[in-house]
């Protein structure tokens, strides 16, 4: 049943009955291989090499063939790390076997099966959108409902299912104007923000933005969930919204910024008054998230509004926003910029290929060549610099032009998720711009969960624009002493 060092054979035969579907469902993440080490499962070098491993399908394969030789506690902390990660539906799955019948469940597996034996009060039947519901529901006619019409309700599956938000629905007077899609994943990384030591800050603070205030700056946090059913009828409720306002906050407030969550009537009014705020004098930096549906260049206030993104830009530039001159303006975006599904390409086994083509050419008439008239030198030195109209801003998009973004209807976008998990463990040793490239690989690997739908491994890539001029450290927890 047992070798010296390995696992049961039920366990064994359960992590193999259900390989294909862990494989496709499961998410291997930082905080679940933190979890299984805490529990010594894995050593560092195990978990170094799982995460290591270029997709998450890879990653999953890679942990599977591991723990079978991890001992007989391998199996149990293996569920749960799955119940810590809000993968409660695949313990249930592995707990719950065949191989497994007469053994006592868990309690956080017998609440899993009793809600999904328990009825909500939903109250209006199913219609062609509910298929991509992130429930199954099964319709059950209630006898003690008075008069002759009866009332349905439903029971809730606890297998979450990806749903496509404001694509089905037949009631669209115009044009699809770029819905998120929206797919059950991952659970938000909640784990503490990695603080930045003393020796890192003394190293990289010469070459880039000062970072000293505190608090590090202000942000601001507009995440529109909610939309007026009479201005704006089009656009349905961004469910799982408010889940990356809440992720947003909260990594922010550990970074050491004053956050502004507001859902705003008007986005234009908060934005401005925002802006002119005098706080942003005295502090390093500045943060704003819009989070919404959108189109390419513009996103949708409550009210069924465009607002345009570049005179979003423009309201923090140097000529609009002279309190921030100097200083890095961060910005993040979570809307789709346009309606075409990003289905993704099959790739050929073997390496991937990462070099470009040379095809760079040097510039033509570059500023400054042939100009050696030192009177004219002489004269610019006299007057006052000055700053280009907008500089020192980086952005961070959830999706590229033209295609729809991915959000979890309970857990949040992937692009959200993937910028607080990357903020929480690498703001302490890596610069905003290599954190945003480290958020497009990750992007780049996740894959949509959504059989017999046309969505079924849909693909996003997000991207970002900077006009940064030097390296941008948030320093987390280190404020030097003077």
Excluded at 72 to 93: G, K, N, V
Excluded at 154 to 169: A, D, N, R
């Amino acid at each position: 049943m047992l070798g010296e060092c390995g696992m049961l054979e039920r366990d064994r035969r359960g992590l193999r009955k259900y390989a294909v579907t862990l494989c496709k469902e499961m998410v291997v993440d930082e905080l679940f291989i933190q979890s299984l080490q805490t529990d010594d499962i894995l050593t560092d070098s195990m978990a170094e090499s799982i995460l290591a491993e270029p997709t998450s399908h890879k990653r999953i394969w890679r942990l599977l063939s591991l723990l079978p030789k991890r001992g007989p506690r391998a199996f149990s902390s293996f569920c749960s790390a799955l119940r810590d990660t809000e993968q409660q539906h695949l313990c249930a799955l592995l707990t719950e076997s065949p191989e497994r019948d007469g053994e006592r469940q868990c309690p956080q597996t017998a609440r899993v099966k009793d809600r999904a034996e328990g009825v909500s009060s939903t109250k209006y039947p199913i219609q062609a959108s509910d298929r991509y519901s992130p429930f199954t529901k099964t319709p059950v006619k209630d006898s003690e409902e008075e008069g002759d019409e009866e009332k349905e309700r439903y029971v809730e599956s606890p297998l979450p299912l990806p749903t496509q938000e404001g694509i089905v629905p037949t009631k669209r007077s115009r044009t699809q104007e770029s819905m998120e899609m929206c797919l059950d994943a991952d659970s938000p990384i909640t784990s503490s923000v990695l603080p930045c030591t003393p020796d890192f800050y003394l190293k990289h603070c010469q070459q880039s933005y000062s970072m000293v205030s505190s608090p590090r700056g202000l942000a601001l946090v507009i995440s529109n969930v909610s939309f007026d059913p009479c201005a704006a009828p089009d656009l349905d409720s961004r469910k799982g919204g408010e889940v990356d306002e809440e992720v947003l906050r909260k990594v922010f407030t550990e970074l050491d910024y004053i956050v502004t969550t507001v859902v705003p009537k008007g986005m234009r009014e908060c934005i401005e008054q925002f802006g002119r705020r005098q706080q942003h004098q005295t502090v390093s930096s500045c943060v704003v998230c819009l989070l919404s549906h959108g189109v390419e260049g513009a996103i949708y206030g409550t009210d069924g509004q465009l607002l345009e993104l570049d005179w979003v830009f423009e309201a923090f530039d140097n000529a609009h926003c002279p309190l921030l001159q100097n200083k890095p303006k961060m910005f993040f975006i979570q809307a789709c910029r346009g309606e075409e599904m990003d289905c993704g390409v099959e790739q050929p086994d073997g390496p991937e290929r990462t070099q470009s083509p040379g095809c760079e050419q040097r510039d033509a008439g570059r500023e400054g060549e042939g100009d050696g008239d030192t009177r004219q030198m002489e004269e610019r030195g006299r007057l006052r610099v000055k700053l280009p109209q907008r500089s020192d801003m980086i952005c961070g998009f959830a999706s590229l032009k033209g295609t729809a973004a991915m959000r979890n209807t309970k857990r949040g976008s992937w692009f959200i998720q993937e910028v607080n998990s990357a903020l929480r463990f690498r703001a302490r040793d890596t610069h905003i711009s290599d954190i945003l490239v480290q958020v497009n690989g990750c992007i780049k690997d996740r894959e949509g969960y959504a059989p017999g739908t046309p969505h079924h491994r849909c693909k996003e890539m997000s991207e970002f624009t900077s006009s940064l001029c030097k390296d941008l450290y948030l320093f987390p927890k280190y404020h030097p002493q003077y």
